[in-house]
């Protein structure tokens, strides 16, 4: 029994030894031990999450649910067609402008109409309007031209807008806990690795930074893209016949469009092809003009030669 108490007082005599070796070890060890903490980034980002107030994700989820705050993407493709080409051009440059928006692509091509409506000019242009003015800028739009075709599109992103602008708060709350971390850091491989990871959590920021601008970019400014192209007159749209004598009215009308575009084009053939007519007309004169004299001399001979065969000598 005595030597079984000797033994345990040597154990509590050690142990306490060693308590106090690794209390005062335990100051140097700190820094040591949350700067490996920092390469791991979940750490940061849960802790991160936590410390975000609930308040502010509770108001982003309802500033989804308000439609006047929700983050849409609008964009329209019109196609319109004008008699007066430059003018329509220049008007629709100056609504432009004064909108406050900009172009952000022009293509015209063609080398003006003729009276058979075959050369044309076509314009193809991309405007950015600010979301204010986009309504009224389609309005003032069918003040120009004649337009065809329209679609509006709108491409909600308010889903995907608040979850780059959480994760980019949390990667900036991470990012001030490693700042606090490296001016706490005193060993070199520590301050090492906490630069290695600052230098990864800096370039997301940037890339969501970047991610967010240009959705704010495409939310202010709508694209409304235009196809102009230039006619010799404007196309009409005959509304759906509803009655039998409607039918024949626009039967009859379509009969007698249709009779004209054939003479027209019969016209325009036989315009097209008098050149060559009149080169073979003319080819064939000379041709029966010179069998006529050759018949003409043969006939001569062959009297002559008849009345010296009944006349001898």
Same mark, same amino acid.
């Given at each position: 029994? @005595? ?14 030894? %060693? ?53 849409? $993407? ?24 004064? %909108? ?26 991309? =405007? ?23 679609? $509006?599109?709108?491409?909600? &992103? ?21 700042? #606090?971390? +490296?001016?706490? =850091? #005193?060993?070199?491989?520590? *301050?090492?690795?906490?630069?290695? #990871? ?14 967010? @601008?240009?959705?704010?970019?495409? $939310? =202010?400014?709508?694209?409304? %893209? ?10 009409? &749209? ?5 009655? +039998? ?10 009969? /007698? ?6 003479? #027209? %084009? ?6 097209? *092809? ?8 003319? /080819?064939?004169?000379? *041709?029966?003009? $010179? ?16 009345? =010296? ?5």
């Amino acid at each position: 029994m @005595k030597r079984m108490f000797a033994m345990l007082l040597i154990l509590i005599g050690l142990l306490q030894v %060693t308590a106090c070796g690794s209390s005062e070890s335990a100051d140097n060890m700190a820094i040591s031990s949350e700067s490996s903490m920092a390469t791991d980034t979940g750490f940061y980002q849960e802790e991160a999450a936590f410390d975000e107030p609930n308040d502010s994700i509770a108001d982003q989820a309802d500033a989804a649910d308000n439609a006047s705050d929700r983050k849409i $993407i609008k964009s329209a493709s019109i196609s319109m067609e004008t008699t007066e080409f430059d003018t329509t051009i220049d008007t629709i440059t100056a609504k432009i402008k004064s %909108t406050t928006g900009y172009i952000e692509s022009s293509n015209i091509n063609g080398f003006g109409i003729n009276a058979d409506n075959t050369q044309r000019r076509n314009a193809y242009l991309v =405007a950015r309007i600010p979301e204010a003015q986009f309504d009224a800028f389609l309005a003032a739009l069918e003040e120009v031209g004649s337009i065809t075709d329209q679609q $509006i599109n709108g491409e909600d &992103v308010t889903e995907q807008y608040f979850e780059t602008e959480s994760h980019l708060k949390a990667l900036q709350i991470q990012e001030e806990r490693m700042l #606090e971390l +490296l001016s706490k =850091a #005193e060993q070199m491989e520590d *301050i090492l690795l906490i630069e290695q #990871e600052l230098t990864t959590c800096r370039t997301e920021i940037e890339n969501l930074t970047t991610n967010l @601008k240009r959705y704010d970019n495409l $939310i =202010a400014y709508n694209q409304v %893209t235009l196809d102009i192209t230039e006619v010799a007159r404007i196309s009409t &749209v005959n509304p759906m016949p509803t009655t +039998l004598g409607q039918r024949m009215e626009n039967t009859f009308h379509w009969s /007698i469009s249709t009779l004209k575009n054939v003479v #027209e %084009t019969l016209l325009v053939m036989l315009v097209a *092809i008098a050149p060559f007519v009149m080169i073979a007309l003319a /080819i064939g004169v000379v *041709i029966w003009r $010179i069998r006529k004299k050759c018949r003409r001399k043969g006939t001569t001979v062959s009297s002559e030669k008849d009345t =010296a065969d009944t006349n001898p000598k």
